[in-house]
T-cell receptor, first 115, second 112 residues
Framework: DTAVSQTPKYLVTQMGNDKSIKCEQN?????MYWYKQDSKKFLKIMFS???????INETVPNRFSPKSPDKAHLNLHINSLELGDSAVYFC??????????????FGPGTRLTVL | DAKTTQPNSMESNEEEPVHLPCNHS???????IHWYRQLPSQGPEYVIH???SNVNNRMASLAIAEDRKSSTLILHRATLRDAAVYYC?????????????FGAGTRLFVKA
Protein backbone atom coordinates (compact mmCIF):
# COMPACT_ATOMS: atom_id res chain seq x y z
CA ASP A 1 0.00 0.00 0.00
CA THR A 2 1.27 3.44 -0.92
CA ALA A 3 1.56 5.59 2.21
CA VAL A 4 1.35 9.01 0.56
CA SER A 5 0.00 9.11 -2.97
CA GLN A 6 -0.36 11.96 -5.43
CA THR A 7 -2.24 12.32 -8.67
CA PRO A 8 -1.39 12.99 -11.35
CA LYS A 9 2.27 12.07 -11.58
CA TYR A 10 2.77 14.34 -14.59
CA LEU A 11 0.80 17.42 -15.57
CA VAL A 12 1.43 19.43 -18.72
CA THR A 13 -0.72 22.47 -19.31
CA GLN A 14 -0.88 25.88 -20.93
CA MET A 15 -0.30 29.20 -19.23
CA GLY A 16 -3.45 30.68 -17.77
CA ASN A 17 -5.13 27.35 -17.11
CA ASP A 18 -6.38 26.15 -13.73
CA LYS A 19 -5.27 22.76 -12.44
CA SER A 20 -5.45 20.63 -9.31
CA ILE A 21 -3.13 18.10 -7.72
CA LYS A 22 -4.53 15.60 -5.26
CA CYS A 23 -2.81 14.04 -2.28
CA GLU A 24 -3.94 11.24 0.00
CA GLN A 25 -2.24 9.59 2.95
CA ASN A 26 -3.33 6.31 4.51
CA UNK A 27 -1.06 6.57 7.53
CA UNK A 28 -3.59 8.17 9.87
CA UNK A 29 -1.39 11.25 10.22
CA UNK A 30 -2.67 14.56 11.56
CA UNK A 31 -0.46 16.91 9.54
CA MET A 32 -0.02 17.30 5.79
CA TYR A 33 2.21 19.52 3.71
CA TRP A 34 2.84 20.78 0.20
CA TYR A 35 6.40 21.43 -0.98
CA LYS A 36 7.70 22.83 -4.27
CA GLN A 37 10.99 21.70 -5.77
CA ASP A 38 12.17 23.98 -8.53
CA SER A 39 14.64 23.36 -11.34
CA LYS A 40 17.56 24.11 -9.02
CA LYS A 41 16.32 21.29 -6.80
CA PHE A 42 15.63 23.44 -3.74
CA LEU A 43 12.74 22.03 -1.74
CA LYS A 44 10.55 24.74 -0.22
CA ILE A 45 7.53 24.35 2.00
CA MET A 46 4.37 25.98 0.73
CA PHE A 47 1.59 24.96 3.12
CA SER A 48 0.99 22.88 6.19
CA UNK A 49 -2.34 21.64 7.53
CA UNK A 50 -2.95 20.11 10.93
CA UNK A 51 -6.30 18.37 11.40
CA UNK A 52 -7.68 20.16 8.34
CA UNK A 53 -6.63 23.58 9.66
CA UNK A 54 -4.09 25.72 7.80
CA UNK A 55 -0.96 26.13 9.94
CA ILE A 56 1.67 27.41 7.55
CA ASN A 57 1.32 29.54 4.44
CA GLU A 58 4.79 30.44 3.25
CA THR A 59 4.01 33.61 1.29
CA VAL A 60 2.72 31.59 -1.60
CA PRO A 61 0.77 33.56 -4.25
CA ASN A 62 -2.96 33.39 -3.65
CA ARG A 63 -3.32 31.67 -7.02
CA PHE A 64 -2.40 28.58 -4.99
CA SER A 65 -5.23 27.36 -2.80
CA PRO A 66 -4.90 24.22 -0.70
CA LYS A 67 -7.99 22.39 0.43
CA SER A 68 -8.22 19.69 3.05
CA PRO A 69 -11.61 17.95 2.94
CA ASP A 70 -10.51 15.56 5.68
CA LYS A 71 -7.35 14.61 7.55
CA ALA A 72 -6.31 12.10 4.90
CA HIS A 73 -6.46 14.49 1.95
CA LEU A 74 -4.76 17.73 1.02
CA ASN A 75 -5.36 18.96 -2.49
CA LEU A 76 -3.64 21.85 -4.23
CA HIS A 77 -5.51 24.00 -6.72
CA ILE A 78 -3.59 26.44 -8.88
CA ASN A 79 -5.32 29.22 -10.80
CA SER A 80 -3.98 31.13 -13.80
CA LEU A 81 -0.86 29.00 -14.17
CA GLU A 82 2.39 30.79 -14.99
CA LEU A 83 5.64 29.54 -16.50
CA GLY A 84 7.34 29.93 -13.11
CA ASP A 85 4.96 27.42 -11.58
CA SER A 86 6.74 24.64 -13.46
CA ALA A 87 8.27 22.44 -10.78
CA VAL A 88 7.85 19.16 -8.95
CA TYR A 89 5.27 19.40 -6.17
CA PHE A 90 5.56 17.03 -3.23
CA CYS A 91 2.91 16.23 -0.71
CA UNK A 92 3.98 14.97 2.72
CA UNK A 93 2.41 13.95 6.00
CA UNK A 94 3.60 13.57 9.57
CA UNK A 95 2.09 11.77 12.55
CA UNK A 96 1.61 14.54 15.04
CA UNK A 97 1.57 18.29 15.08
CA UNK A 98 4.86 18.70 13.28
CA UNK A 99 6.93 18.90 16.43
CA UNK A 100 10.67 18.76 16.62
CA UNK A 101 10.85 14.98 16.42
CA UNK A 102 8.08 14.59 13.88
CA UNK A 103 9.00 12.54 10.82
CA UNK A 104 7.64 13.46 7.42
CA UNK A 105 6.61 10.95 4.80
CA PHE A 106 6.70 12.23 1.24
CA GLY A 107 4.70 11.31 -1.81
CA PRO A 108 6.29 10.51 -5.18
CA GLY A 109 5.79 14.03 -6.53
CA THR A 110 3.84 15.64 -9.36
CA ARG A 111 5.87 17.14 -12.16
CA LEU A 112 4.03 20.21 -13.42
CA THR A 113 5.08 21.72 -16.74
CA VAL A 114 3.51 24.97 -17.84
CA LEU A 115 3.92 25.78 -21.53
CA ASP B 1 15.46 28.77 11.61
CA ALA B 2 19.08 27.86 12.11
CA LYS B 3 21.06 27.17 8.99
CA THR B 4 23.01 24.07 8.00
CA THR B 5 26.02 23.82 5.70
CA GLN B 6 26.89 20.71 3.74
CA PRO B 7 29.38 19.91 0.97
CA ASN B 8 27.80 20.02 -2.47
CA SER B 9 28.86 16.51 -3.37
CA MET B 10 30.79 13.49 -2.15
CA GLU B 11 31.93 10.29 -3.73
CA SER B 12 32.23 6.84 -2.23
CA ASN B 13 33.12 3.34 -3.31
CA GLU B 14 30.56 0.62 -2.97
CA GLU B 15 30.64 -1.32 0.30
CA GLU B 16 32.80 1.30 1.99
CA PRO B 17 31.63 3.53 4.85
CA VAL B 18 30.54 7.06 4.05
CA HIS B 19 30.69 9.99 6.43
CA LEU B 20 28.48 12.91 5.39
CA PRO B 21 29.25 16.07 7.39
CA CYS B 22 26.93 18.88 8.36
CA ASN B 23 27.77 22.14 10.10
CA HIS B 24 25.13 23.94 12.14
CA SER B 25 27.08 26.44 14.20
CA UNK B 26 23.99 28.52 15.09
CA UNK B 27 22.04 25.56 16.44
CA UNK B 28 19.94 26.29 19.51
CA UNK B 29 19.56 24.03 22.50
CA UNK B 30 16.13 22.82 21.42
CA UNK B 31 16.92 22.13 17.75
CA UNK B 32 16.74 18.52 16.68
CA ILE B 33 19.01 17.40 13.84
CA HIS B 34 17.20 15.49 11.11
CA TRP B 35 18.54 13.81 8.00
CA TYR B 36 16.51 13.04 4.92
CA ARG B 37 17.61 11.72 1.56
CA GLN B 38 16.13 12.03 -1.89
CA LEU B 39 16.80 9.29 -4.40
CA PRO B 40 16.57 10.20 -8.09
CA SER B 41 13.02 10.99 -9.21
CA GLN B 42 11.56 10.27 -5.77
CA GLY B 43 10.32 12.24 -2.81
CA PRO B 44 12.58 12.75 0.19
CA GLU B 45 12.65 9.99 2.78
CA TYR B 46 13.48 10.18 6.46
CA VAL B 47 16.81 8.73 7.50
CA ILE B 48 17.48 9.56 11.14
CA HIS B 49 17.28 12.28 13.78
CA UNK B 50 18.83 13.14 17.12
CA UNK B 51 19.29 15.84 19.75
CA UNK B 52 22.52 15.27 21.67
CA SER B 53 23.42 11.58 21.78
CA ASN B 54 24.58 9.51 18.86
CA VAL B 55 21.79 7.53 17.23
CA ASN B 56 21.67 4.31 15.26
CA ASN B 57 18.95 2.79 13.14
CA ARG B 58 18.73 0.25 10.36
CA MET B 59 19.60 2.83 7.71
CA ALA B 60 22.43 4.82 9.26
CA SER B 61 24.13 6.25 12.30
CA LEU B 62 24.15 9.86 13.41
CA ALA B 63 27.17 11.20 15.27
CA ILE B 64 26.61 14.55 16.98
CA ALA B 65 29.51 16.66 18.16
CA GLU B 66 29.66 17.45 21.85
CA ASP B 67 29.04 21.17 21.22
CA ARG B 68 26.28 20.20 18.73
CA LYS B 69 27.68 22.56 16.12
CA SER B 70 28.22 19.76 13.68
CA SER B 71 27.00 16.27 12.97
CA THR B 72 27.89 13.40 10.68
CA LEU B 73 25.63 10.92 8.98
CA ILE B 74 27.35 7.57 8.66
CA LEU B 75 26.37 4.96 6.10
CA HIS B 76 28.27 1.89 7.22
CA ARG B 77 28.45 0.15 3.84
CA ALA B 78 27.44 2.25 0.87
CA THR B 79 25.53 0.54 -1.89
CA LEU B 80 24.61 1.82 -5.33
CA ARG B 81 21.09 2.35 -4.00
CA ASP B 82 22.44 4.90 -1.52
CA ALA B 83 23.26 7.34 -4.32
CA ALA B 84 21.03 10.28 -3.46
CA VAL B 85 20.96 13.85 -2.18
CA TYR B 86 21.27 13.90 1.60
CA TYR B 87 19.74 16.78 3.53
CA CYS B 88 20.71 17.84 7.03
CA UNK B 89 17.90 19.82 8.67
CA UNK B 90 17.22 21.45 12.00
CA UNK B 91 13.77 21.38 13.58
CA UNK B 92 13.09 23.64 16.53
CA UNK B 93 10.56 22.62 19.12
CA UNK B 94 10.10 26.25 20.08
CA UNK B 95 8.56 27.21 16.77
CA UNK B 96 6.16 24.29 16.80
CA UNK B 97 8.34 22.52 14.32
CA UNK B 98 5.92 22.78 11.44
CA UNK B 99 8.57 24.11 9.12
CA UNK B 100 11.31 21.88 7.80
CA UNK B 101 13.82 24.01 5.93
CA PHE B 102 15.72 22.01 3.33
CA GLY B 103 19.10 23.30 2.17
CA ALA B 104 20.95 22.31 -0.96
CA GLY B 105 22.08 18.99 0.51
CA THR B 106 25.01 16.75 -0.42
CA ARG B 107 24.80 14.70 -3.57
CA LEU B 108 26.39 11.32 -2.87
CA PHE B 109 27.87 9.40 -5.78
CA VAL B 110 28.59 5.71 -5.20
CA LYS B 111 31.03 3.93 -7.49
CA ALA B 112 30.83 0.21 -8.14
Amino acid sequence: DTAVSQTPKYLVTQMGNDKSIKCEQNLGHDTMYWYKQDSKKFLKIMFSYNNKELIINETVPNRFSPKSPDKAHLNLHINSLELGDSAVYFCASSPASGGSTDTQYFGPGTRLTVL
Amino acid sequence: DAKTTQPNSMESNEEEPVHLPCNHSTISGTDYIHWYRQLPSQGPEYVIHGLTSNVNNRMASLAIAEDRKSSTLILHRATLRDAAVYYCILRDVGTGGFKTIFGAGTRLFVKA
